[in-house]
């Protein structure tokens, strides 16, 4: 059974950083690519980055655009999402997600291209 899990959130000042970690387990599966949701509260999930799993090519959302990093080690089955520069409204729970996707600029952003999703971790950022 595949699992996706995420760690590494907390709490943070404005201006920090913190990097998150997925580790997939549970043998071999479909994928070409892994990707960051993240949810606040009263929110939709929201898309953040994604990473093509052979390729390594990221695709961002503007918001994060120049302050996140999404990277990935193939031999340890594990993606990376590096946040520098946090501001309060990155506040959220952070989620990371696996599949087959489309790779498109507006399809990558869809959660229903994804197949699996970790359990989230929280990231609260203050002011």
């Known amino acids: 059974q595949v699992q996706l899990v995420e760690s590494g959130g907390g709490l943070m000042q404005a201006g920090g950083s913190l990097r998150l970690s997925c580790e997939s387990s549970?043998?071999?599966?479909?994928?070409?690519?892994m990707g960051w949701f993240r949810q606040a509260p009263g929110k939709e999930r929201e898309f953040v980055a994604v990473?093509?799993?052979?390729?390594?090519?990221?695709f961002y959302a503007d918001s994060v655009k120049g302050r996140f990093t999404n990277s990935r080690d193939i031999a340890k089955n594990t993606m990376y999402l590096q946040m520098d520069s946090l501001q309060p409204e990155d506040t959220a729970v952070y989620y990371c997600?696996?599949?087959?996707?489309?790779?498109?600029?507006?399809?990558?952003?869809?959660?229903?291209?994804?197949?699996?999703w970790g359990q989230g971790t929280r990231v609260t950022v203050s002011s």
């Open positions: 990473i093509s799993w052979s390729g390594g090519n990221t």
């Open positions: 997600a696996a599949g087959f996707i489309r790779w498109g600029p507006t399809l990558v952003t869809f959660v229903d291209e994804y197949d699996y």
């Open positions: 549970g043998g071999t599966f479909s994928r070409n690519a």
